[in-house]
């Protein structure tokens, strides 16, 4: 455990880091999760497309959301020797039925541990993780509240997305012609409170001047909506 501060509004508001270990079947996943001072909210990360919960992507969302008062849960959805047969296949990154399946264990584990209980809870996916979290989402239409896609593939959910009920923010980045068209089509599918939102001139990844910030910005608006209402 270790703890942070970060300035908001003109003040310091405090963060607890816990390294967690969450046991999803016959397997362990690892976590970390940050809890700001009166946590208003919780959002966990599913990543997808080789990435981890070391991405400095979602980390930077991530940091933004807890100066917003929201704990965060980044985790691994493989396990370290599932990575390593993905970094050589690319196949596990795109088995949405096994993402989707550990997401849900992961999300029904959160309110259990102390610190985050009574919290609502809103789920944040990169990429393929977009596509477990919609699938969770559908799942646990009690449990999840909000759901926000960055560059995903939403549309590699299939039928679970007309049973998704949390609102849900779509961005895409306008220079990323081709996932921007599967969004297009899986936002029509989506019979939710539902935004889709384009950042002008990004990538797939975002890395052009100011883009990243751009999407963790309005990841926070979506969020603080709708956990903290």
Same mark, same amino acid.
């Given at each position: 455990?270790?703890?942070?501060?970060?300035?908001?509004?003109?003040?310091?508001?405090?963060?607890?880091?816990?390294?967690?270990?969450?046991?999803?079947?016959?397997?362990?996943?690892?976590?970390?999760?940050?809890?700001?001072?009166?946590?208003?909210?919780?959002?966990?990360?599913?990543?997808?497309?080789?990435?981890?919960?070391?991405?400095?992507?979602?980390?930077?969302?991530?940091?933004?959301?807890?100066?917003?008062?929201?704990?965060?849960?980044?985790?691994?959805?493989?396990?370290?020797?599932?990575?390593?047969?993905?970094?050589?296949?690319?196949?596990?990154? #795109?088995?949405?039925?096994?993402?989707?399946?550990?997401?849900?264990?992961?999300?029904?584990?959160?309110?259990?541990?102390?610190?985050?209980?009574?919290?609502?809870?809103?789920? #944040?996916?990169?990429?393929?993780?977009?596509?477990?979290?919609?699938?969770?989402?559908?799942?646990?239409?009690?449990?999840?509240?909000?759901?926000?896609?960055?560059?995903?593939?939403?549309?590699?959910?299939?039928?679970?997305?007309?049973?998704?009920?949390?609102?849900?923010?779509?961005?895409?980045?306008?220079?990323?012609?081709?996932?921007?068209?599967?969004?297009?089509?899986?936002?029509?599918?989506?019979?939710?409170?539902?935004?889709?939102?384009?950042?002008?001139?990004?990538?797939?990844?975002?890395?052009?001047?100011?883009?990243?910030?751009?999407?963790?910005?309005?990841?926070?608006?979506?969020?603080?909506?709708?956990?903290?209402?």
């Amino acid at each position: 455990m270790s703890k942070s501060g970060i300035t908001s509004g003109g003040s310091v508001v405090a963060i607890e880091h816990l390294a967690v270990t969450i046991p999803v079947g016959a397997n362990c996943l690892e976590g970390d999760l940050s809890i700001p001072t009166a946590a208003k909210g919780a959002v966990v990360f599913a990543h997808g497309s080789g990435s981890s919960r070391r991405s400095p992507r979602n980390r930077l969302v991530a940091d933004l959301l807890n100066e917003a008062g929201l704990a965060t849960l980044l985790v691994d959805l493989l396990t370290e020797d599932e990575q390593q047969v993905d970094l050589q296949t690319a196949r596990l990154r #795109f088995d949405i039925a096994l993402l989707a399946k550990r997401l849900i264990a992961i999300t029904e584990w959160l309110p259990r541990h102390p610190e985050v209980a009574g919290l609502k809870i809103g789920l #944040f996916g990169a990429s393929t993780g977009a596509a477990a979290a919609l699938v969770a989402a559908a799942q646990l239409p009690n449990l999840v509240r909000a759901v926000v896609s960055r560059g995903g593939r939403p549309d590699l959910a299939g039928a679970p997305l007309r049973h998704v009920t949390a609102p849900t923010l779509l961005i895409v980045g306008g220079a990323d012609p081709v996932v921007l068209d599967l969004n297009q089509q899986a936002f029509a599918l989506l019979d939710c409170e539902k935004a889709l939102k384009v950042v002008p001139g990004a990538g797939h990844l975002f890395e052009e001047p100011g883009a990243l910030q751009k999407v963790a910005q309005l990841a926070r608006q979506w969020f603080a909506e709708k956990l903290q209402a």
